[in-house]
């Protein structure tokens, strides 16, 4: 690969890129794919629905034939012949229709996901443009993909003759079965069709997606220049820059989380703050922060004290404070000494150990 700094695109294209284009609707899809599925979605609709479709509408035809003859031809039943044949509609051909909806949305959703690409409807005049048209279609490019269009349906064709041959026999030998009878192998036949033209398309298809993929990442791929101007804007957007000190802070709290286990108490907000502090004197002769967090990682700390059988504190503000001021690794201050001396009494009283006065002196001087 080239690997000039200002005109070759040597460089894979970034993450930033490939949202940018797939907000532009610039998305790797296959067209086989499309037709495979629906051709599948319309065998699977052919065999659950069809046989109820085809019996309710030879009841309804045969009843409007043997009425025909006694219709006044007025408003009123006018409009009941339109009301019964809408009935028929949506109890009968709206769940095709929303069947061959549904799996028609489900096969993009599969190759592309969900995307509303609202660039894509917006005019645009070159579209229009006969010149380019032409070129288009009188191009290199133009002439590969005809080619490769003609060969894919001269295969079909291939296949769909190779099928009908094969069912020639029970063709001829509907001429004197019931129309039902004709229906149901008919529709047999165009099932076992769909089937066999899908598999192709299958196979098709995945190798046209896998194609389409590779073709799209080398047009979308940049210069180094490129990748340094979109690294630069990156590292200056105030929303990347918070989403990476809020996930470097994450990291901090979940490494030091290990340490609620060994800590003396928990000061909590009661669900938004938690703090963790040790104190184990003479080691440790001032309440000392070990681990601190917000939200969900409190929340962790509070089930890490509860399994621990660490006292858990609750004291709103003073929790809120301590964890606006104090670091990991930082002591109490000395106006606080007081409240925590309190809150060591208390914390010796629930867990049931004896208090060296020498060592709450301590704190205090």
Same mark, same amino acid.
């Given at each position: 690969?080239?690997?000039? $700094?200002?005109?070759?695109?040597?460089?894979?294209?970034? @993450?930033?890129?490939?949202?940018?284009?797939?907000?532009?609707?610039?998305v790797? /899809?296959?067209?086989?794919?499309?037709?495979?599925?629906?051709?599948?979605?319309?065998?699977?609709?052919l065999?659950?629905?069809?046989?109820?479709?085809?019996?309710?509408?030879?009841?309804?035809?045969?009843?409007?034939?043997?009425?025909?003859?006694?219709?006044?031809?007025?408003?009123?039943?006018i409009? &009941?012949?339109?009301? @019964?044949?809408?009935?028929?509609?949506?109890?009968?051909?709206l769940?095709?229709?929303?069947?061959?909806?549904?799996?028609?949305?489900?096969i993009?959703?599969?190759?592309?996901?969900?995307?509303?690409?609202?660039?894509?409807?917006?005019?645009?005049?070159?579209?229009l443009? +006969?010149?380019?048209?032409?070129?288009?279609?009188?191009?290199? /490019?133009?002439?590969?993909?005809?080619?490769?269009?003609?060969?894919k349906?001269?295969?079909? *064709?291939?296949?769909?003759?190779?099928?009908?041959?094969l069912?020639? +026999? *029970?063709?001829?030998?509907?001429?004197?079965?019931?129309?039902? *009878?004709? &229906?149901l192998?008919?529709?047999?036949?165009?099932?076992?069709?769909?089937?066999v033209?899908?598999?192709i398309?299958?196979?098709?298809?995945?190798?046209?997606?896998?194609?389409?993929?590779?073709?799209?990442? /080398? @047009?979308?791929?940049?210069?180094?220049?490129?990748?340094?101007?979109e690294?630069?804007?990156?590292?200056g $957007?105030?929303?990347?820059?918070?989403?990476?000190?809020?996930?470097?802070?994450?990291?901090?709290?979940?490494?030091?989380?290990?340490?609620?286990?060994?800590?003396a108490?928990?000061? *909590?907000?009661p669900?938004?703050?938690?703090?963790?502090?040790?104190?184990?004197?003479?080691?440790?002769?001032?309440?000392?922060?070990?681990?601190?967090?917000?939200?969900?990682?409190a929340?962790?700390?509070?089930?890490?004290?509860?399994?621990?059988?660490?006292?858990?504190?609750? /004291?709103?503000?003073?929790?809120r404070?301590?964890?606006?001021?104090?670091?990991?690794?930082?002591?109490? +201050?000395?106006?606080?000494?007081?409240?925590?001396?309190e809150?060591?009494?208390y914390?010796?009283?629930?867990?049931?150990?004896t208090?060296?006065?020498? $060592?709450?002196e301590?704190?205090?001087?």
């Open positions: 690969m080239a690997t000039d $700094d200002t005109g070759d695109k040597s460089e894979d294209p970034t @993450e930033h890129r490939r949202q940018e284009e797939r907000r532009k609707g610039n790797a /899809r296959s067209t086989e794919l499309n037709i495979a599925g629906h051709l599948l979605s319309t065998a699977a609709v065999y659950f629905l069809g046989a109820d479709l085809v019996q309710s509408l030879g009841s309804m035809i045969a009843l409007h034939l043997k009425a025909a003859g006694s219709h006044r031809g007025d408003i009123g039943e409009h &009941a012949e339109f009301k @019964e044949v809408a009935d028929w509609a949506a109890g009968s051909v769940p095709w229709l929303a069947g061959l909806f549904l799996a028609a949305v489900a993009n959703v599969a190759q592309v996901g969900f995307l509303v690409a609202t660039e894509k409807l917006n005019f645009n005049i070159n579209a443009n +006969p010149v380019s048209g032409l070129k288009r279609i009188f191009s290199v /490019r133009g002439a590969v993909t005809l080619l490769i269009s003609l060969g349906l001269g295969l079909l *064709t291939l296949a769909a003759g190779w099928l009908i041959w069912e020639l +026999p *029970t063709f001829l030998s509907l001429t004197s079965a019931s129309p039902w *009878t004709a &229906a192998a008919t529709g047999h036949a165009i099932m076992k069709l769909s089937i033209l899908s598999a398309l299958i196979v098709l298809g995945v190798a046209d997606y896998a194609f389409q993929r590779w073709k799209q990442t /080398r @047009e979308i791929m940049m210069t180094k220049e490129e990748v340094r101007r690294m630069k804007e990156m590292d $957007d105030p929303l990347i820059r918070r989403r990476r000190r809020d996930a470097h802070m994450k990291l901090i709290e979940a490494r030091d989380i290990s340490q609620v286990s060994a800590s108490f928990v000061l *909590t907000n669900t938004h703050y938690a703090v963790a502090f040790k104190y184990d004197p003479p080691y440790v002769s001032v309440p000392t922060v070990v681990a601190k967090g917000a939200d969900e990682t929340f962790r700390m509070r089930e890490i004290a509860i399994e621990n059988d660490i006292p858990i504190i609750e /004291r709103p503000e003073l929790a404070q301590v964890y606006r001021t104090l670091k990991v690794g930082q002591s109490i +201050p000395s106006d606080l000494y007081d409240v925590f001396i809150i060591l009494k914390v010796y009283t629930i867990t049931g150990k208090i060296d006065t020498s $060592d709450v301590d704190i205090a001087a």
